[in-house]
């Protein structure tokens, strides 16, 4: 039976994420939340590991109460049991802080994994380093953003594509990978599922006390970083309205712009001269 | 007193967004437009239990309360109101008295087919000289042997081009001593159980509304649901829980007019500003905003009172006339924020518009509802 | 001989591809400009084999020094080795600043790296500056690039980051250039790497992904259906793009999901995007932040994606589509 790990982040619905332009600030408590989307791909690679083979899913969040939420999807999905991890001290971890009690964590409930998988990246804050530094953390093997893995024995192999190079890695368990978003398209959750998840799912939820983390620990383990602000990208956009035929918007469009496609493109463009 | 929203609820209504956003959106318009049942979409929802609703686990369903079920419904109607009506009629009118008043064995031979929609169900009591009146049914039941032979024309029944199985209220013995009302279910491969072709409507176009002919139809006499009397005591619970469904699906139908027409009056550009910057605009939104909310509520009061185990035919009704009012004001209203383009079938509210019209009129019509509720104001009021 | 206090800002040598990825170029090139502030030098790191060729065009694009560790053992990119061989330099030379570029293989290995070195690092950052004591600004976007957060590591180092490839010009190079070049052996007693690379195939063409595209056509449930939504292939094949979907059109079925562009799919970031029959709706727009420049056509000149375009062009998706690319046939030059 081998004993998986997925790792899920609850990030805001951007539909929903109500931003105050002028204050330039985030209202988080205000967005409703969903479960990340790499994240589902990398619990549909668990799902499917354990179809094939016999496993074990645990599923591990960090974040504030509503965060309990992802871990009832994820056992609505198939997933054997969720730790959420839950405290206001751990609140404005950056991924270092992130991987570090995540490994606590992991060390403590769950020592004997085979196999730790992460979503490739997050749609909120998009650093894609919790995996990496997890790994870091647990001194696993890794690879991010795979694309397919098989499982022979004790020996993990992915495939991957990354800067331009096809790789496929081999490394013995335990080990961990970053799932990308090329395969493992996430299953719907079916309404049985989600309401046994409620029913009979099983979630721990620990506070900082229950994986030995307490402030002063916090002091010497914790971020590293810190955001000093976060703002709107402003759009510095001149917004010009072409109306007309289509022969005229597209004959005005290309005199004025032709250097930007010529640009973009990497060829000339020369203007059509029609001579009289 | 609850009246936030569980965690459970909300999950439920997100994942239920999330499919009808991805598999529904798409292809509602195209399939309103066609009248098109989307067969491919309803085997994907099978795999989910969306045809087991309140089904136990042992018959392979969901098992979920009303509120769960009334956001199903809601959320299906907020993006297709045919496939939310396809799904409500066949859990709500179906497989609930099914469930309710169905033999051990009938559970065995019916219940975990409905539940995963191996069969869709239909309820088929309207015929031309019967509806809300459901004492007046014409279509006869006549023993034979060991089945009963059925004779009548149902119409308007709703998932009656496609169901896969019927109950069908007919008069029992209708020359014998005591005839009775009661309620057969007609498997749709029965010897005489012939589909008339799909109405030609004005919503709901998706949903294969069809007369049943019943011509000589055998039903075997344990196909009988309850006792062969109980038609009209099935009858009138069955159409407290359909309300229940039938308001989910005019909430769901509102709460999608709305948000097009919050979208549309923030997008849409008037005297250089946008339309939601109009006053008249803006009390238009505010009006249709706090309806959904108080029909919501309603709704979600008659759930809950369900889950409970007490009456709440009455509040299935007030819900119903309710949500089913607030749904043909909110998508009136969201036309005519759009102006000529709500008119239009390049956008959805024009849909919604003609959707929403029928809510006030099946599974008892507004005047029926209020029928009901005053019958209980009168009685429960002592002043 | 190091002064003691001699300030330093490294760049780390990523030259995979390197001639289509010019990051290492970019950040030293940036690392010269915040060098001058703080008066550092600017080193950049070079793992790997044969790589006299890199010594040379770092030194030519800026760099004042080179560390280099030459050695078959590191011919192919390999993170655990390089987490270890950069670690143990960081520690003996203690430089304020690592800047690495942020390619598929920085990303995975500067989060190891700054783990190791217990130190923070801010991911894939659109903006660096840094103040006259050395703090170092880190602007690295959020959600779908809408929003910008200045992330600062005060209190430990180095101070890390991963930078966006496209941020920063590179310097043009001058082969005159000198720089103190250190060629350092390999360590010894190096950690058994647990990962065996089995196949290892460079792509035959250019690897081209939506995501790196630097033209890209996305079309909208406003191209009508799906043979009018194929034509935007034309136009894409012609400016050597790639095109992108909404959602509703992905589940439509006029195009696969890798063409997803938005929340749930790709994010972009593309020289030139044009959209084509596209209201807006966030879940798509929430992709689109790090285009450059817009072009929207729609009937609709109120649509969101109009107003978010730098030029907007109101008419028929398909007329347009058609004359832009009729027009276009005639005037590229090859």
């Avoid at chain 2, 009248?35 to 309140?54: C, E, H, T, W």
């Avoid at chain 2, 069955?238 to 309300?243: F, P």
């Avoid at chain 3, 084999?49 to 050695?71: K, L, N, Q, S």
Wanted: with cysteine; glycine share 8%; hydrophobic share 40%.
């Amino acid at each position: 039976m081998l004993k998986l790990i997925v790792c899920l982040k609850q990030v805001p619905i951007v539909t929903e994420l109500p931003w105050d332009e002028q204050a330039g600030t985030l209202r988080r408590d205000l967005a409703s939340g969903m479960m990340n989307l790499a994240c589902l791909h990398a619990l549909e690679a668990a799902l499917q590991i354990k179809e094939q083979y016999s496993a074990d899913i645990l599923a591990i969040t960090m974040g504030p109460p509503a965060a309990e939420e992802v871990l009832r999807e994820a056992i609505a999905l198939g997933a054997d049991r969720g730790i959420h991890l839950c405290d206001r001290i751990f609140a404005g971890s950056d991924t270092y802080a992130t991987s570090w009690m995540l490994a606590r964590t992991i060390k403590q409930e769950c020592p004997d994994y085979d196999l730790i998988l992460c979503g490739s990246y997050t749609s909120d804050s998009e650093t894609a380093q919790v995996g990496p530094q997890l790994a870091e953390e647990l001194d696993l093997p890794a690879a991010a953003y795979i694309e397919k893995l098989e499982i022979h024995g004790r020996t993990l192999r992915v495939r991957r594509l990354v800067d331009n190079f096809r790789e496929t890695l081999e490394m013995e368990f335990p080990a961990l990978v970053t799932v990308s978003l090329e395969n493992y398209k996430p299953r719907y959750a079916g309404l049985s599922g989600l309401e046994a998840a409620f029913d009979t799912g099983n979630i721990d939820r620990l506070n900082a006390a229950d994986v030995g983390i307490n402030k002063s620990a916090i002091e010497t383990d914790g971020s590293r970083t810190k955001v000093r602000k976060v703002f709107l990208r402003k759009a510095n956009k001149e917004n010009i309205l072409l109306t007309g035929t289509a022969a005229n918007v597209v004959g005005d469009f290309l005199s004025k712009y032709e250097s930007k496609i010529s640009w973009a493109i990497g060829k000339d463009i020369e203007e059509d001269r029609n001579d009289e | 007193m609850q009246l936030n929203p569980s965690m459970k609820h909300e999950l439920i209504r997100k994942s239920v967004r999330h499919f009808a956003e991805t598999e529904l959106a798409p292809i509602a318009a195209e399939i309103d437009r066609d009248a098109v049942f989307p067969r491919s979409i309803i085997d994907k929802m099978r795999a989910l239990n969306y045809f087991g609703l309140q089904v136990p686990r042992e018959f392979g369903g969901a098992a979920l309360d009303t509120i769960s079920t009334a956001i199903v419904v809601e959320e299906l109607s907020r993006v297709c109101a045919a496939v939310g009506l396809c799904v409500t009629v066949h859990n709500g009118v179906a497989v609930y008295p099914v469930l309710r008043f169905g033999t051990r064995e009938q559970k065995q031979q019916y219940l975990s087919r409905l539940a995963n929609g191996e069969m869709i169900g239909a309820f088929s009591l309207t015929e031309a000289n019967a509806g809300s009146d459901a004492g007046s049914v014409e279509t006869t039941a006549v023993k034979i042997n060991d089945d009963y032979v059925l004779n009548g024309t149902k119409i308007f029944v709703t998932n009656g081009g496609i169901c896969d199985l019927a109950l069908i209220f007919a008069l029992v013995d209708p020359e014998g001593a005591r005839p009775a009302n009661g309620v057969f279910i007609a498997e749709s491969g029965f010897p005489g159980f012939v589909r008339g072709e799909v109405e030609n409507l004005c919503g709901m176009r998706a949903n294969p509304v069809s007369s049943l002919f019943l011509e000589d139809c055998r039903v075997p006499e344990k196909n009988i649901l309850g006792k062969k009397g109980d038609g009209l005591k099935i009858g009138l619970v069955t159409l407290d829980n359909g309300r229940i469904g039938i308001a989910a699906q005019a909430l769901g139908l509102a709460q999608g007019a709305l948000e097009a027409a919050v979208k549309y009056a923030k997008e849409r550009h008037q005297f250089k500003k946008p339309i939601s910057s109009q006053q008249t605009i803006q009390n238009y939104l505010a009006d249709m905003f706090t309806e959904v909310a108080a029909a919501r509520l309603l709704l979600y009061r008659a759930c809950a009172l369900k889950d409970e185990g007490v009456r709440f035919g009455t509040e299935a009704a007030m819900a119903k006339l309710y949500c089913s009012k607030v749904a043909t004001g909110v998508t009136s209203l969201a036309v005519q924020i759009h102006g000529g383009y709500g008119y239009s079938k390049e956008y959805d509210v024009e849909r919604y518009f003609r959707d929403a019209k029928v809510t006030e009129i099946y599974e008892g019509t507004s005047e029926i509802q209020r029928m009901v509720i005053a019958r209980a104001v009168l009685s429960e009021m002592r002043l | 001989m190091m002064n003691s206090r001699q300030k330093s800002i490294w760049v780390f040598g990523d030259y995979r591809n390197y001639f289509q990825n010019r990051v290492t170029l970019q950040l030293i090139s940036r690392a010269v400009d915040l060098s001058r502030i703080i008066s550092a030098e600017v080193c950049a790191v070079i793992l790997g084999h044969e790589i006299d060729e890199y010594i040379m065009e770092y030194t030519a694009h800026g760099a004042d020094r080179i560390i280099a560790v030459d050695d078959p053992v590191l011919k192919n990119y390999n993170t655990e080795l390089y987490v270890t061989l950069m670690e143990a330099l960081v520690k003996e030379r203690d430089p304020d600043i690592v800047l690495i570029g942020a390619t598929d293989f920085g990303r995975e290995f500067a989060p190891r790296m700054a783990k190791r070195l217990k130190t923070g690092l801010s991911a894939d950052c659109v903006g660096l500056d840094v103040e006259a004591d050395g703090l170092l600004i880190q602007t690295a976007p959020s959600f779908g690039g809408n929003m910008l957060a200045e992330i600062v590591t005060s209190r430990h180092r180095p101070q890390m980051a991963t930078i966006r490839p496209g941020t920063f010009k590179e310097i043009p190079h001058n082969y005159e250039r000198r720089s103190l070049v250190e060629k350092l052996p390999l360590m010894k007693n190096l950690p058994r790497p647990r990962i065996r690379l089995v196949e290892y195939e460079r792509s035959v063409e250019k690897e081209h992904t939506i995501e790196n595209a630097a033209v890209i056509v996305c079309g909208g449930r406003g191209m009508g259906n799906k043979k009018k939504f194929k034509k935007l292939n034309d136009l894409a094949k012609l400016l050597n793009g790639d095109v992108g979907a909404t959602r509703p059109v992905v589940y439509a079925g006029w195009a696969d999901h890798d063409a997803l562009v938005g929340q749930a799919g790709k994010h972009i970031k593309p020289k030139i995007l044009f959209s084509f029959g596209i209201s807006g709706a966030i879940q798509h727009t929430a992709g689109l932040g790090e285009a450059d420049f817009i072009i929207a056509v729609n009937k609709n000149p109120q649509a969101t994606m109009m107003k978010m375009a730098d030029v907007a062009i109101v008419g028929d998706t398909s007329d347009v589509l058609h004359t832009l690319i009729k027009e276009l046939r005639k005037r590229i030059r090859d």
